[in-house]
């Protein structure tokens, strides 16, 4: 089964607000809705992307998306050194309200393929969904290093909140197909993020996924949504890509992407490609039942793009 997605907006931007005057972000890689607000994370970029949803989901004219800054200073231009240095931001999460952030928060993840991809960021939100104060930097390598010693090539590309847990989804590629969802305690992993806590919990389990191959290229993990319904676990539905790739640091051709739904208890229900097979990086619902879904082109000269599905 195909299912066809509906070509939404390119992310345009106003080229005066980019620090290369790019008009466009380029490589999206994460999607979150939060209230009235889309947000978008650009794994080579030091600003999030947002714009209302209204503005994103009506067919014309295309919004342009603000940029807001998450981390000082700006990156190479020269692509391969840009890519050496740049924060690798490939998960954004919606944590809920707490007594830190008592409007919730974005959290931004790297990916963790790298010494320098080890960083997060806590993003405040006011009680509008709009970012509130500077970005909070944090150092996940205590996070990650138990993580690195189960999967050598770590590549943590998706991350989201389901009632009292917190799902990290690790990508796997040609080197090793497998994937997984890393769940931990919602409220201690919280504390540890706050700073009151000294160092992050455990996970309660790690969970291995078989997203079969296609020309023998494994599908892998690119981001997740927990589905709606109640206070309790409703299971959660997720993107994968097929990228004609070894490892967690080169790009290679995308043969297929897909998405496809995990029960509460941990067990694929079933998976479904994605016709055209665009790279999908980042989904969040729109609550009224479609999946919005933004790509990653791996080119700067080409524009990310806002796709939806209906969901069934």
Sequence with gaps: MHLTTTHLHDLLLDPATHPRGQPHLSAASGLVRAGAWLYVVADDEHHLGMLPITAAVAPQPAPLVQLHRILPG?????????????PDLEALALLPASSAYPHGALLALGSGSKPNRQRGLAIALDATGRPD????????????????????????????VTHDAMHLLQRGNKGDARSACITYPLAPLLAWLAGTRAQPPAPLRTTLFDLGTVD???????????????DGDCGWIFSAVAENTDDSYADGECVASAIGWVEADGVLQRIAALEGAPKVEGIALDGAGRLLMVTDADDPARASRLLAVALD
Aim: net charge negative.
């Design 133 to 160: 104060g500077a970005a909070q930097a944090l150092d996940l390598s205590a996070l990650y290093a138990p993580l690195r010693a189960e999967f050598a090539d770590l590549n943590i590309e998706g991350a989201f």
């Design 216 to 230: 023998g290229v494994p599908l892998g993990f690119t981001d997740g949504a927990a589905l709606p319904g109640g």
């Design 74 to 86: 700006d990156l190479p231009t020269e692509p391969r050194e840009r890519k050496k240095r740049k």
